[in-house]
């Protein structure tokens, strides 16, 4: 059964740092043929683009309010996908969820990992 799995969630003090990751298994196509996507969603509000890479890895965007602190990585031998969260803000406290997409069109997502930034 095809899924992606997020990682790497937990509590953290403002100013610290946590990587997620999520690992693809099963999917239709090979995970290199899939551009992807990290969102998030904060309770009580609406899921968020937070960062995207293409298929290769040789091309990144960012929302605004985590260009500079965030950074999207990929290793396509491991299947998996990264986010680097640096700077961490009481603002950035949200379910972060990976997205598998190709042509524009979204064919997978992950349960979702928990980040919650708190003092």
């Known amino acids: 059964q095809a899924q992606l799995v997020e990682s790497g969630g937990g509590l953290v003090q403002p100013g610290g740092s946590l990587r997620l990751s999520c690992a693809a298994s099963?999917?239709?196509?090979?995970?290199?043929?899939?551009?992807m996507k990290w969102y998030r969603q904060a309770p009580g509000k609406e899921r968020e683009f937070v960062a995207f890479?293409?298929?290769?890895?040789?091309?990144?965007s960012y929302a605004d309010s985590v260009k500079g602190r965030f950074t999207i990585s990929r290793d396509n031998a491991k299947n998996t996908l990264y986010l680097q969260m640096n700077s961490l803000k009481p603002e950035d406290t949200a379910v972060y969820y990976c997205?598998?997409?190709?042509?524009?069109?979204?064919?997978?997502w992950g349960q979702g990992t928990q980040v919650t930034v708190s003092s």
């Open positions: 099963e999917l239709e196509l090979t995970f290199s043929s899939y551009a």
């Open positions: 890479i293409t298929s290769t890895g040789s091309g990144t």
């Open positions: 997205n598998a997409h190709r042509y524009g069109v979204s064919k997978y």
